[in-house]
Structures are given as structure tokens and as C-alpha cells.
């Protein structure tokens, strides 16, 4: 039985149905939100919030954990270039040094305040182990790609539905499909991911349209640019969720939307690599796609800041638009919360502190000069434009504390570091 915990003093940015934003309490009992408000009694623990921020637990919607320890490994290249040092990395990884970047990852993650991230890698039950040391959630989706284009052993798409058989019943885990792109993927591989999701409810991300490259060479070989390409083959529905998303056209914008789909806005990511292109988010909102927030993964981004991805966000689309009023800051914390939750078939369960969702929370510091003043008025523009990823204090996912004080709970910060460095240094001496 999860112990009680009594969340006493917070300035309560619910992100309800009517983005309530309360002073108050949050008990939570059996994992589970129970009351909110001035809540009267204890708990077997009590955390002080001290009036600080206290928010749903973030949603990362794109990374790759695994790839944490190969940051800064391929920086400052022409695109081209980077992705040929990356997939040589790549290539030949163990399941050892993938254990130490997921670790690694996670242990990020955690401490910044996400409680729930999916994955797009291969070696996901490697991925899972991590995912499940540390206490958070991991909605891990095994790549899948036409078999003359992988690395792996055996048929991708063979690999992930095994993977899924093994995990769909794993309370950490929700095993879904990750489609690499349209690039390495036939109508085959993603009709057949289709069918899979059809019968098991499956989440299917992919990359879509991240370069300028990869969608005029996809018309050029179709006809049609990616997203019209997976519209006419009858592949989009609600369970996709596109990665970057950043070269569409109004056209596919209004597919996206009539399939209710999702998609996962990764700037940094994009303007790490001079891709080019700001994903047109206004539209998106307008023609009504579901718009999430994500980091990718530590070689094109550095970091799992989601702080920082929606600040970033709203900037970038606030200064290539001219307009300060567009992608406000409740947006931007909608984009990373229920809007997350959406994305993943996870709206009744997380995304909002509500009474019977589970308690996946984040409690920010109360000593921090950074969220400081804080009122009723100001707390969302706060968390979105002010705070970072150091401001957060403890965190809840599963109704546990798992960040307490800034410190893991279940996983060790020495020889997590320790480790990591050790496996970056093994990948770059064998690469040397």
C-alpha cells in the first residue's frame, strides 16, 4: 500500500478543465489524488511547498534517453556529417552502455520534472529497466523501420510487437511503435504498424518532416510530401503522435487535424541543427492538431530541460511571427501537460492535478528567487518563462515520492554519473 502524502502550502496550478490556479493543499492517497484545496487531518508525510508552483508532473513527448551519454559527441556539424557520426556510434552500442545512457536519462529527466516520456529507440526493454529503477513512467516506443535499412536482429516490426507482449501489462511501462520515418519506412512497414495498433491500441510516433531535405526527396519519390503521403495511404488516426512536424504545409496542418492526430514540437532540437523551418504552431491550434512538446534526443538537443523546450517554444514563435500573443504561456504548459496526456490516451489518468488521476507531481522551491514574486495571476507565466529545471524541488509519480529535496529516491546519483562517463568514454575510444 503507497504511503500517504499531504502536499501542504502550494500555489496549485491544477491545469483542470478551467486551468484553475489555487492556493492550498494536495492529499494523495494509494497513488491516487484524493482531495485539493484546504485539506484538513495529515498524512504518513507532509512536504512543505512553502507557496511555491506546485504542477503536474511534465510530459516529454519525443527523446531518446538512451542516447545521454553521447552528448556533445557530435556537435557544431553540418547536418550531414552529424548524422553520419551519430549512426556510426549508434551502430555497434551494448546493451551496457545503453543501460548507463538511460540511467543517465531518466535521473535527468526525473530531477527536471518529468514524470512520463516517450521513447523512439531500439533495445527498449534494455530502456524499460531504467525506466522502472527509477519509479517514473516510460511510454517506450520499439523503432521500427524496413528491415534492408536496420541494425537489428530479426524483422523491427516483429521486435516491437514481442516487446509489447512483454511489457503491455507493466506499470511503469506502455510499450507502443516507433516508426523511424518515411524515409526508411515502406506503405508496408506503416500499414503493417497500423493493423498492430488497431488491435492493441498502440501508441505510433515517428519522425515527420523534420528537414526540408527529407520532405522534397519524399516527393520527389511519391509525389506527395510526408504528411499528405500518410493521409492518402489511410495511416493517420488519434494514436499518431509526429515527431518535429516542423515542414508542413496548411493542407497537411488540416490532415493532421481531421485525423486527430498529435504532434511534437522539438525547437531546440531544430535550430540546434539549422534544419530550418518553425513548425506553424498557430495553425496547428487554429485547425485544431494536438500539440505536444518535446526534447529529442542529448546529441541534437544537450539537454531533457522541458523548462526550457517551452520557453523556447513560445519564443521562437512569438519572434518569427512578430507577435507577442502567440503561443501564450498557458499554452506552452498545456503543450506539456494535458495536451501530453491527450497525445497518449492518458487524459483521465495524468496530466492534471484532479481528484482520482494519479499523482504524478511536481513541487517546485519555495526559496527560489528565480519563481519568485508568485501569485495566483503570475504562477503560469512563472513556470514558463522564468523557471528551469534546478527550481524543482521534490516530485510524485505513482503517488510516491521519488525526488525528494532534490535528491532520487531510487537511484543513485554517484553511480549513475559514474557509470555514464565510463560508457562514454568506451564509445569514444572506440571511435577514436
Keep these: 500500500m503507497a504511503r500517504s502524502v499531504l502536499i501542504r502550502n502550494g500555489t496549485i496550478v491544477t491545469q483542470d478543465s478551467g486551468r484553475r490556479v489555487l492556493s492550498g493543499d494536495v492529499l494523495v492517497e494509494g497513488g491516487i489524488i484524493t482531495e485539493i484545496g484546504k485539506v484538513r487531518g495529515g498524512a504518513d508525510e507532509e512536504i512543505d511547498a512553502m507557496g511555491a508552483p506546485v504542477l503536474p508532473g511534465l510530459i516529454n513527448t519525443h527523446c531518446h534517453v538512451a542516447m545521454s551519454i553521447m552528448k556533445g559527441m557530435a556537435d557544431d556539424l553540418p547536418f550531414n556529417d552529424f548524422l553520419d557520426r551519430v549512426f556510426a556510434i549508434d551502430s555497434d552500442r551494448q546493451d551496457k552502455d545503453l543501460l548507463a545512457g538511460s540511467r543517465l536519462g531518466c535521473l535527468e529527466l526525473l530531477t527536471g520534472g518529468t514524470t512520463t516520456f516517450v521513447d523512439l529507440y531500439y533495445s527498449q526493454d534494455v530502456i524499460a529497466q531504467a525506466v ?13 523501420l524496413d528491415q534492408q535499412f536496420t541494425t537489428q536482429s530479426g524483422v523491427p516490426l516483429d521486435n516491437c510487437k514481442s516487446f509489447f507482449s512483454r511489457f503491455s501489462e507493466d506499470r511503469n511501462i506502455v510499450p507502443g511503435i516507433g516508426l523511424q520515418g518515411v524515409y526508411v519506412c515502406s506503405e508496408e512497414t506503416f500499414m503493417g504498424s497500423r493493423d498492430f495498433s488497431d488491435r492493441t491500441g498502440a501508441l505510433m510516433t515517428f519522425h515527420l518532416s523534420e528537414t526540408r531535405g527529407e520532405v522534397y526527396e519524399h516527393k520527389e519519390k511519391t509525389g506527395k510530401r510526408p504528411a499528405d503521403w500518410l493521409s492518402s495511404i489511410g495511416f ?76 523556447t517554444l513560445a519564443l521562437l514563435q512569438k519572434s518569427s511571427r512578430w507577435d507577442p500573443t502567440v503561443v501564450k504561456a498557458q499554452e506552452a504548459l498545456d503543450f506539456a501537460t494535458v495536451n501530453a496526456a491527450k497525445a497518449l490516451g492518458m487524459q483521465n489518468e495524468i496530466g492534471s492535478i484532479e481528484v482520482g488521476k494519479r499523482a504524478d507531481i511536481v513541487i517546485m522551491d519555495g526559496r527560489s528567487p528565480t519563481l519568485r514574486p508568485i501569485s495566483l495571476e503570475n504562477a503560469v507565466s512563472n513556470v514558463v518563462y522564468s523557471a528551469g529545471r534546478g527550481d524543482v524541488r521534490s516530485v510524485l509519480c505513482f503517488g510516491e515520492v521519488v525526488v525528494r529535496d532534490r535528491v532520487p529516491q531510487n537511484l543513485d546519483i554517484g553511480s549513475v554519473i559514474e557509470d555514464g562517463q565510463r560508457a562514454m568514454e568506451a564509445i569514444s575510444a572506440n571511435k577514436a
Excluded at 522502472?132 to 521500427?144: F, Q, S, Y
Excluded at 531533457?304 to 523546450?309: A, C, I, K, T
Design 132 to 144: 522502472k529503477e527509477a519509479g517514473m513512467c516510460g511510454v517506450l516506443c520499439w523503432a521500427v
Design 236 to 311: 493517420l488516426n488519434e494514436r499518431c503522435l509526429a515527431a518535429h512536424s516542423a515542414w508542413l504545409t496548411i493542407g497537411e496542418v488540416r490532415a493532421l487535424a481531421k485525423a486527430k492526430a498529435s504532434i511534437s514540437s522539438c525547437p531546440v532540437s531544430n535550430m540546434k541543427l539549422a534544419t530550418g523551418g518553425v513548425a506553424p504552431i498557430p495553425e496547428m491550434i487554429r485547425e485544431g492538431v494536438n500539440v505536444t512538446v518535446g526534447t529529442d534526443g542529448s546529441t541534437t538537443n544537450n539537454s531533457l530541460d522541458m523548462f526550457g523546450e517551452m520557453k
